[in-house]
């Protein structure tokens, strides 16, 4: 591929390689925590009947809050890997997520295809030990401390509610706005653009070592070192 010629976008049936080989890496990389798993899903009218469509998802993820409390145990969890657990693992009240009212907040991730920005899209929402949607407000106490920084300043996204393509209800996403134009810049320099096919198998290890900064998700360094082997 032709780094002066690509636009940072990807198809539907690229988009599903690169999902397939995202979630594959992450969890040879990152056996010990949730895997993505890939959803099959109807079609959309957007989707011809020859192409495969469907999403990657991770759900009932606790993401830890960063307080001075934790800071130890957050510091020990990087180098581990990402921050987060899954609901079915053993409660530990010094590391999960808590509101104010210190209630366990859990979260759900799907990684979907955006057919108007041709890039992937980060979609999630948080809810409640009673399984009660969290608000906006709510959900930017857990984000990393960084996070709200980032979305300030950032050109490339922001947070917005919008209804879930495949689920029919409003989750929250991270824009994809500026996705294209910064993941041409991310590979402008990479030898993998030189060949198609690796270069799509990598995509999604790129956008999400950017993305999953902002929601507390880190990719395993395994991955991102490893990228171009």
């Known amino acids: 591929m032709d780094a002066s010629s690509w636009d940072g976008t990807l198809s539907l049936n690229e988009f599903s390689l690169a999902a397939r080989s995202f979630a594959e890496k992450w969890k040879i990389s990152n056996s010990a925590s949730p895997p ?13 009947s020859q192409q495969v469509d469907g999403f990657l998802s991770m759900e009932n993820i606790c993401l830890l809050r960063p307080s001075e409390e934790n800071d130890a ?17 053993a ?5 999960l997520v808590h509101s104010n009212h210190h209630e366990v ?33 709510e959900i930017e106490k857990d984000l990393p401390a960084c996070s709200a920084k980032v979305l300030l300043e950032s050109k ?20 994809p706005c500026g996705t294209s ?16 096919r690796v270069a799509i198998e990598l995509y999604l ?7 999953g900064q902002v929601i507390g998700l880190r990719v395993p360094i395994e991955m991102v070192n490893g990228r171009i082997n």
Do not use: C
């Open 36 to 48: 993505w798993l890939w959803v099959n899903a109807p079609k959309l009218p957007f989707v011809a």
């Open 156 to 175: 490339w996204t922001f947070i917005t509610q919008e209804e879930h393509p495949y689920l029919n209800r409003p989750w929250y996403k991270l824009h």
């Open 205 to 211: 290890v790129s956008w999400f070592s950017v993305v």
């Open 91 to 95: 409660i530990d009240d010094a590391t």
């Open 105 to 137: 907040h859990y979260y759900d991730f799907h990684i979907v295809y955006s057919a108007s920005y041709r890039v992937p899209v980060l979609y999630f929402r948080g809810y409640d030990s009673e399984g009660l949607p969290l608000q906006l407000n």
């Open 181 to 196: 134009e910064w993941m041409k810049l991310l590979f402008l320099d990479e030898a993998a653009l030189a060949e198609n």
């Open 73 to 89: 145990a957050a510091s020990r969890l990087e180098e581990e890997g990402p921050g987060f657990s899954k609901k079915e693992d």
